[in-house]
């Protein structure tokens, strides 16, 4: 699955990864205010096998599948992309 990197200039150590590149319209108002301008960072493909520094990439596939995008927030943030 290809996945398209934005980082988010208000919300420091906060990236989007899309579906389509530059769909932001997936992601819900009240979540995309607050990032502020994102900026292209990355291409990747997201393979079963693939490595990510600070995500799990099947969550990360899971939310792609399911709503289009998903949130990478700092560490020490709970994610609210993840039931639990």
């Given amino acids: 699955m290809q996945t398209y990197v ?5 919300k420091e150590s906060t990236y989007v990864y899309l579906r389509t590149r530059d769909d ?7 979540v995309r ?16 096998d693939r490595k990510l520094a600070q995500a799990d990439p099947a969550v990360v596939r ?19 992309m993840v039931d639990g």
């Avoid at 934005?6 to 208000?10: A, C, G, Q, T, V």
């Fill in 33 to 48: 205010a607050p990032l502020g301008e994102l900026v292209f960072v990355l291409e990747v493909a997201l393979t079963p």
């Fill in 62 to 80: 899971a939310n792609l599948a399911a709503h289009g995008f998903h949130l990478q927030f700092p560490p020490n943030l709970l994610d609210p």
């Fill in 24 to 30: 932001f319209a997936v992601i819900p108002e009240a």
């Fill in 6 to 10: 934005y980082k988010s200039l208000r």
